[in-house]
């Protein structure tokens, strides 16, 4: 496996986190036309982005451009509250999206805003994760 290490996002990777963001969770609203969905969710994603803590995975051989994963989440008390998190398609199974929850403080339940089918297989929510679509 390539090594891979973590850094604070930069102003030059919000572009990268916000699209594949939205392009991602974009299959959790099937319901809403893609145009009513990127407008109206683009503001919701700009909004956490600006008030939140992003941390951002990379491909150390390729160089701290090269990103295969981010989170973004808010340290708020009793627990953290996750917002996302995103592990590119060929990095997948290879525990980092257990790094990126760790990071954010999560390693004994949170408090999340987005749920996907395939971060709620992965999680197997208990009492320890509370949905709050609402933060």
Not at 91 to 119: D, F, P, Q, W
């Amino acid at each position: 496996m390539t090594a891979i290490d973590l850094r604070e996002v930069r102003p030059t990777d919000q572009a990268f986190v916000r699209s594949s963001w939205l392009r991602s969770y974009r299959s959790a609203k099937p319901g809403i036309r893609t145009s009513v969905y990127f407008n109206g969710h683009k503001q919701v994603v700009d909004g956490i982005l600006a008030d939140a803590e992003t941390y951002v995975l990379y491909a150390v051989p390729q160089g701290e451009d090269a990103i295969v994963g981010w989170v973004t989440f808010n340290m708020t008390t009793p627990k953290p509250t996750l917002h996302y998190v995103y592990v590119k398609g060929a990095y997948r199974n290879l525990g980092l999206s257990k790094v990126l929850i760790e990071k954010a403080g999560c390693t004994h339940g949170c408090r999340y805003t987005h749920k996907t089918e395939l971060g709620t297989a992965r999680l197997r929510p208990t009492e320890d994760w509370v949905y709050d679509p609402y933060v």
